[in-house]
């Protein structure tokens, strides 16, 4: 592991798994298990344990984005993985792809787009919002995701650089649609999140008077399934309602 390092130490406790994420460096990480020397893990590589003062032993590990989802900060309520999954799936957002997403809020859209595209540029109103992005991003090492402060419905208008897909997560999309076309290449994706209908409805008149093709508007349901003693059933508590996406190409 090298200074600057960010890890996940995963530990078993009362057989539960518990797990922190920390960054390599000369500090001292106090944690409910005791405190581990930060500078030890130079020596170490993922897969490799290390111990509290109190002789807990932690597992490290290399976050992925799974990991970065769940430790980011937060500020508005972000994407949920379900409906990245969709946007991914539906847009083929690839490594040679270029994206421009809009509101930022803590990130998370933003940095899993990043962790497969070649640069994504996300705008979010709220400089304070941004902040915690930008902060975010740094944390999970996206140099190619840029966050900049300011108001897409504006800052639309003055983009001179085309992108293969773009996301709108942002309760004034209906607003950005009618100027998207001009910043998507040939063949590429606009998708947006919502979470009511009316906003969705919204969404759909401006695409379809701005012309886009191929439009369709999708929710994803996800089930866990339980497994116990008694019985194998979905599980009884669920993800509910998130947001319905719409998917529509130029
Ligand atoms: C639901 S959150 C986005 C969550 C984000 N997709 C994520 O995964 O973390 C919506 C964000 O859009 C921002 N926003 C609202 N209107 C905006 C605008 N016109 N331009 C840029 N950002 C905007 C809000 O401040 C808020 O942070």
Redesign the pocket.
């Known amino acids: 592991m090298r200074l600057g390092d960010v890890v996940l130490l995963k530990t078993i406790h009362k057989g539960k798994m518990r797990e922190f994420i920390a960054t390599v460096s000369d500090e001292k990480f106090h944690n409910d298990f005791g405190i581990i020397e930060l500078g030890k893990l130079l020596e170490k590589e993922a897969g490799d344990t290390v111990h509290s003062h109190m002789g807990q032993e932690f597992v490290i590990q290399k976050p992925r984005m799974p990991d970065f989802f769940r430790h980011?900060k937060?500020?508005?309520?972000?994407?949920m993985p379900k409906d990245?999954g969709m946007i991914l799936a539906y847009t083929g957002l690839n490594k040679e792809d270029t994206a421009l997403?809009?509101?930022?809020?803590?990130?998370?859209?933003?940095?899993?787009l990043g962790s497969i595209a070649k640069r994504v540029l996300s705008?979010?109103?709220?400089e304070d919002?941004a902040a915690v992005?930008q902060e975010n991003v740094k944390r999970a090492g996206l140099e190619n995701v840029e966050v900049r402060c300011?108001?897409?419905?504006?800052?639309i208008i003055d983009l001179d650089e085309k992108f293969d897909v773009v996301?709108l997560?942002?309760?004034?999309a209906k607003?950005?649609i009618p100027n998207v076309k001009n910043v998507l290449k040939n063949g590429g994706f606009l998708a947006t999140?919502s979470?009511f209908f009316e906003q969705t409805k919204d969404i759909r008149t401006s695409i379809n008077k701005a012309g886009f093709m191929e439009v369709t508007t999708i929710e994803c349901m996800e089930r866990s399934i339980s497994f116990t003693d008694r019985g194998t059933r979905p599980a009884t508590a669920r993800v509910g309602h998130t947001g319905f996406i719409t998917i529509a190409r130029v």
């Open positions: 980011a937060r500020t508005g309520a972000p994407i990245v997403d809009a509101g930022t809020g803590s990130g998370i859209l933003a940095m899993y705008y979010e109103i709220r919002f992005a300011g108001n897409i419905v504006d800052k996301t997560d942002t309760i004034d607003d950005v999140y979470p």
